[in-house]
């Protein structure tokens, strides 16, 4: 059972936050089809599920966020999507719409310097794209982010073009596997403790353009037909 929560903790918000995030998508399906699924070029991976943690400079715990996502664009559940994270249809229609779990996420970034935190950049892109349909406002999210995945890669010495998975990383970090993969917000719980693992100095921001990953992936969506995993 999925629990829905938000949490704040009373410690003092330092210059600094970094904000740790996952997310889950749904997908349209049409068994009418073949079992193909439907993709909506403009949104191919509606949102369902946003997890995220709030560090402080010191990557200790400032507060977190959990919430489901009531789909508007797919609102049927794909089938994979549900084997994967156990979300089902009877969880997320009990959710808030995305515009309502969006102004949500926004007062959870709000800091002194805020840089999002993501394990591989389809989050990230999947994240603008959601907001874009939508027609909300993209401007109040911080742009400063980090590649957990590319560093995590890097500290493990993967070939190049290589990029070592979530759990992979957690089993070589050995790290305790208390909660299901797959559930944005233990993902992003699980992408926190590798971050406290293999930080140094030398991970740093970068700048992330949502115009120009909007643009790239919407043109090329209808070759991407499978849901993101890890």
């Given at each position: 059972m999925i629990q829905v929560s938000y949490h704040k903790l009373d410690l003092e918000v330092n210059k600094i936050d970094y904000l740790v995030f996952d997310l889950e998508f749904n997908q349209d399906y049409n068994p009418a089809?073949?079992?193909r699924n439907i993709i909506t070029p403009k949104c191919?991976?509606?949102?369902?599920?946003?997890?995220?943690v709030k560090l402080d400079e010191n990557l200790q715990t400032i507060?977190?966020?959990d919430r489901l996502v009531k789909p508007q664009?797919?609102?049927?559940?794909n089938p994979f999507v549900k084997e994967?994270?156990?979300?089902?249809m009877d969880l997320l229609d009990t959710?808030?719409?995305?515009?309502?779990?969006?102004?949500?996420?926004?007062?959870?970034?709000?800091?002194?310097t805020s840089i999002l935190c993501v394990w591989g950049m389809t989050d990230m892109r999947e994240l603008f794209r959601n907001i874009e349909y939508h027609g909300l406002d993209m401007s109040p999210i911080p742009k400063e982010y980090i590649n957990l995945q590319l560093y995590a890669s890097k500290y493990f010495n993967c070939s190049k073009g290589v990029n070592?998975?979530?759990?992979?990383?957690?089993?070589?970090?050995?790290?305790p596997v208390k909660k299901q993969f797959h559930n944005a917000f233990n993902d992003a719980c699980y992408t926190v403790e590798v971050f406290k693992k293999i930080y140094n100095?030398?991970?740093?921001?970068c700048i992330y353009n949502p115009n120009k990953y909007i643009r790239r992936n919407t043109d090329n969506s209808e070759r991407k037909k499978s849901i993101p995993i890890d």
């Open positions: 089809k073949k079992d191919p991976f509606e949102i369902i599920q946003i997890g995220a507060s977190f966020l664009i797919y609102t049927t559940i994967m994270t156990g979300i089902t959710a808030k719409p995305f515009k309502e779990i969006y102004e949500e996420f926004i007062e959870f970034t709000t800091g002194t070592i998975g979530l759990h992979n990383a957690i089993e070589l970090l050995h790290i100095k030398d991970i740093k921001p």
